[in-house]
C-alpha cells in the first residue's frame, strides 16, 4: 500500500530534549516536505527536498533541521525543543517537484508533539 | 503580503444545506488552486483543483469550486451537505517554486 508513515504519531518532551519526527515513503517519490499545523495559522511549510541530498528551507524553518540521505527517508530534527514548536507536523511528497507544483501531494498521518 | 484567506473558521450547517466556503488569495500572476480536506483523525487529501480552462471545476464527493480571477477567489461549494462532510477544510496555492501556501482552515459541522 502506498504510503507516507510518521513516526512518532504522537510525543510529550521537554525543552532543550533533542528529538527527531521520522518520515518515510514507499513510492519512490522525489519531493518531499514537512509542514507544521496551528489553530488559526493553517499549514506552514518548515522545509522542503526535491531529491537525495537536496533540500531547503520553507516558510518556518528557525528551530528544525532535515537532511535527505536517502530518497525514501525525511527526518525532521528539532535539535533544542521550545514550547512554541509544540504543533502538528505533516510530512508530505510527492512524485516530483512538479507533481509537488500541481498538488498531486501524499500525506502522512500527522505527528502531535507537545513540548513542555 | 501574499497570501492565502478564509474567512469562515467555523461553520455549522444542518444535513442537506448548501454549502459555499470562501477563498481569496493576493498571488499576482499564474498560480494553481487547490482544496484539500482533512477528515477528523486523519491525514489531508486532494478535493480538487484549477490550473486553467473552465473556471468551474469539480472535484470528489461532489464538490465544486469556480475561480473568479477578478476577484482573486477560489470558493468551495456543494449543494447539499452531508454528515460525512465534517472536516476541516483547506485553500491552498501554488505560486511556483515547489511550494504550496494554505489557508488557515474552514471547520465545517454538518449536524444530522
Known amino acids: 500500500e502506498a504510503q507516507v508513515t510518521q513516526n512518532p504519531r504522537y510525543l510529550i518532551t521537554v525543552t532543550g530534549k533533542k528529538l527527531t519526527v521520522t518520515c518515510s515513503q514507499n513510492m519512490n517519490h522525489e519531493y518531499m516536505s514537512w509542514y507544521r499545523q496551528d489553530p488559526g495559522l493553517g499549514l506552514r511549510q518548515i522545509y522542503y527536498s526535491m531529491n537525495v541530498e537536496v533540500t531547503d528551507k520553507g516558510d518556518v524553518p528557525e528551530g528544525y533541521k532535515v537532511s535527505r540521505k536517502e530518497k525514501r527517508n525525511f527526518p525532521l530534527i528539532l535539535e533544542s525543543p521550545s514550547p512554541n514548536q509544540t504543533s502538528l507536523y505533516f510530512c508530505?511528497?510527492?512524485?516530483?517537484?512538479?507533481?509537488?507544483?500541481?498538488?498531486?501531494?501524499?500525506f502522512g498521518e500527522g505527528s502531535r508533539l507537545t513540548v513542555l | 503580503a501574499q497570501s492565502v484567506s478564509q474567512h469562515n473558521h467555523h461553520v455549522i450547517l444542518s444535513e442537506a444545506a448548501s454549502l459555499e466556503l470562501g477563498c481569496n488569495y493576493s498571488y499576482g500572476g499564474t498560480v494553481n488552486l487547490f482544496w484539500y480536506v482533512q477528515y477528523p483523525g486523519q491525514h489531508l487529501q486532494l478535493l480538487l483543483k484549477?490550473?486553467?480552462?473552465?473556471?468551474l471545476v469539480k472535484g470528489i464527493k461532489g464538490f465544486e469550486a469556480e475561480f473568479i480571477k477578478s476577484k482573486f477567489s477560489f470558493n468551495l461549494r456543494k449543494p447539499s451537505v452531508q454528515w460525512s462532510d465534517t472536516a476541516e477544510y483547506f485553500c491552498?496555492?501554488?505560486?511556483?517554486?515547489?511550494?504550496?501556501?494554505f489557508g488557515t482552515g474552514t471547520r465545517l459541522l454538518v449536524s444530522p
Open positions: 491552498a496555492v501554488n505560486p511556483g517554486f515547489q511550494k504550496l501556501v
Open positions: 508530505a511528497s510527492s512524485l516530483s517537484p512538479e507533481n509537488a507544483n500541481t498538488g498531486e501531494l501524499f
Open positions: 484549477y490550473f486553467s480552462g473552465d473556471p
